[in-house]
């Protein structure tokens, strides 16, 4: 696949899915779009990656990656690089907001028994890098920002705004929670303020050394906010992400430098360890938290979405890359099977996705009640439902989520022929 002037597109001839010779248009750089775009090279697709901004680039934050989503990374080659640039948390710490009491403690040595994959803390520059390394330059093109499409029906047409236009046999919308393929397959789509907002730092782990963390993911449940923290780039850097109720997002960007007064003012009289935290850090960010509903279907065509441009969450179970890690595994594993032609493999890997991350999204949403309940009746009772032991909080409990292959197709009968439909029955993850 090539990037032609605008007027110059030639017609690619309708391919095998069998042959894995199919050529990939993939819209959107982050981490979704660059590890479905490993993971369609490493299967021997003619796969392209089109990113809008001048260079590929990530947040100064950290992010948490479960063996769900390590999983794939391993399978990719990136094992070395987690290992080297990742931590690996002894546990889930969750404490009460002023007196640092601990609610429940989940330990996470066991991971790569139960699991075969580690849970890792990692620098989002860091991942990115890895799946950089992996992705030969030339199925990389910056500076191209998507503002067209057509399916053919044999092919889709892709239009840049500077001027250029590609063609290929599918093509990927994995151009985040703004998504423009998304816009073009389904019209616009407020994105919904959750009210929520993030302050997000990261300190030198030198200079909180007298508080003495310990390499656990801690997080911190307050009235009407939350507190996270932990160590990231092999215990270099301590990332943060402060979590706070607020009616309305007023600031015309979605993310802005924030101001540490304003953030240690609103964790006011919480645990010394959480405002030390706080207090240690030069620069914060705020994000304005949003989310979108469960889309009905991903695919149109031979057009489909992956990440956060089909389902944004809140990051309350820290799973929004990871389940577009998943993704890109998946939609590979579909592209691969033989027998079906583009827009089948594209309804299949709807059919086994959508169910699953949209029973991730409900459940963000769900922890966004639970971290924040005010000091009460409902707070007690679940603090005691932590402490009593009744519910298994071990990982083992949640294997649907961490336990999941996406590499694998399980059997879930053919796909659908049609338009998936409110209310069809989907496989359930
Ligand atoms: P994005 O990262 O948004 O990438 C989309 C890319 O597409 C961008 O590079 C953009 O420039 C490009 N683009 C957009 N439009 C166009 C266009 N028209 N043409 C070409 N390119 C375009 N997830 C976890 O798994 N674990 C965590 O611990 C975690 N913590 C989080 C903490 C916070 C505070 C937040 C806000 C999120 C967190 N997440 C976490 C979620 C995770 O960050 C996202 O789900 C993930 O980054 C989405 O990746 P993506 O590639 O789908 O989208």
Request: one cysteine or more; a negative charge.
């Amino acid at each position: 696949m090539e990037n032609r002037g605008r007027g110059d597109l030639s017609v690619a001839g309708a391919a095998s899915v069998a042959a894995n010779d199919l050529s990939v248009a993939i819209v959107g750089g982050g981490i979704g779009g660059l590890s479905a775009g490993l993971s369609l090279y490493r299967a021997g697709f003619d796969v392209h990656v089109y990113e809008r901004a001048a260079a590929l680039s990530e947040v100064g934050a950290g992010i948490q990656i479960g063996p769900n989503a390590s999983r794939v990374l391993h399978g990719l080659g990136l094992a070395d690089d987690l290992a080297e640039m990742g931590v690996r948390p002894l546990a889930w710490h969750q404490r009460r907001w002023d007196d640092g009491r601990t609610l429940l403690r989940t330990s996470l040595g066991a991971v790569v028994e139960i699991f075969g994959f580690p849970q890792y803390q990692m620098h989002r520059a860091d991942l990115l890098a890895a799946l950089m390394r992996g992705l030969p330059g030339e199925r990389v093109h910056v500076s191209h920002r998507l503002v067209g499409l057509t399916d053919r029906g044999d092919r889709v047409e892709a239009e840049f705004e500077n001027g250029s236009g590609v063609e290929a046999d599918v093509l990927v919308g994995a151009d985040g929670i703004h998504s423009s393929v998304r816009e073009i397959l389904f019209g616009p789509q407020e994105a919904r303020f959750t009210g929520c907002v993030a302050y997000r730092g990261l300190i030198p782990a030198e200079r909180l050394r007298p508080l003495g963390l310990e390499v656990t993911a801690q997080v911190w449940m307050g009235p009407g906010r939350h507190f996270v923290h932990y160590y990231v780039q092999a215990q270099r850097l301590v990332n943060f992400v402060a979590v706070v109720e607020q009616d309305t997002w007023t600031r015309e960007s979605w993310t802005d430098k924030g101001d540490v007064e304003a953030a240690l003012a609103e964790f006011e009289g919480w645990h010394p360890q959480v405002r030390g935290i706080l207090g240690a850090v030069d620069d914060t960010f705020i994000w304005a938290l949003f989310d979108r509903a469960p889309l009905e279907r991903w695919s149109v065509g031979r057009v489909t979405l992956l990440g956060d441009a089909c389902h944004s969450m809140l990051p309350f179970m820290a799973q929004g890359a990871a389940q577009a890690i998943e993704d890109g595994a998946t939609l590979t594993a579909c592209l691969s099977q033989p027998g079906l032609e583009v827009p089948e493999a594209l309804r299949l890997y709807e059919k086994l996705r959508l169910p699953r991350a949209s029973k991730i999204q409900g459940l963000s949403a769900a922890n966004k009640i639970r971290f924040h309940l005010p000091d009460g009746p409902e707070q007690q009772e679940r603090d005691e439902q932590m402490a009593s032991g009744a519910t298994d909080w071990s990982v083992k409990a949640v294997a649907w989520l961490y336990g999941h292959d996406a590499t694998v197709i399980e059997d879930t009968g053919p796909p659908a022929a049609g338009r998936l439909g409110r209310g069809a029955k989907l496989h359930d993850g």
